[in-house]
């Protein structure tokens, strides 16, 4: 958690707030918002929950040092799917997409679920088209063997 006031700080910024304003909306002090980025304070658990709400983060991507992006976190857990269904063409294949979309947040607002809900829609959306496209591949496949 070595990294969590860099974080906060950089979040921060990128959402355009001051620390007062981060502060007020999770019910914080101005001087812990400050403390927290100078790495001076452990901010409590229940903190950390209301810190990265107010910064449209996961929790995860704030404490674990080894999760670089904001949406890294919750991107993984549709690649690892897509690697359960598809192998390592279809994790390759949904990292792309997402990536190639992830600028959709850009100085937008959104909130944990609803990135959540965009990613979901998007892993839907691959999985429904792979299926198709599969269906379709196997099925002209065993014609020409007919």
């Known amino acids: 958690m ?3 006031g860099k974080k906060v ?3 921060r910024y990128e959402l355009g707030l001051s620390q007062a304003a981060l502060a007020e909306m999770c019910g914080l002090s101005g ?3 400050y403390g927290y980025e100078a790495g001076e304070k452990i901010p409590r658990r229940s903190t950390v929950l209301r810190i990265a709400e107010a910064l449209q983060v996961s929790d995860g991507y704030l404490t674990d040092d080894s999760v670089e992006g904001p949406y890294d976190e919750v ?3 549709y690649i690892a799917r ?3 269904l598809y192998g390592r063409r279809g994790e390759d294949d949904i990292r792309a997409l997402l990536q190639d979309n992830i600028a959709l947040f850009a100085g937008g607002e959104l909130s944990q679920n609803e990135k959540d809900a965009f990613f979901e829609a ?3 959306a691959y999985i429904t088209c792979k299926d198709a496209s599969n269906a379709r591949f196997n099925r002209q496949s065993s014609d020409k063997e007919d």
């Open 82 to 84: 897509a690697g359960q």
């Open 2 to 4: 070595k990294n969590f």
């Open 122 to 124: 998007v892993m839907r």
């Open 75 to 77: 991107k993984e857990k």
């Open 31 to 33: 001087r812990s918002v």
């Open 9 to 11: 700080k950089e979040r």
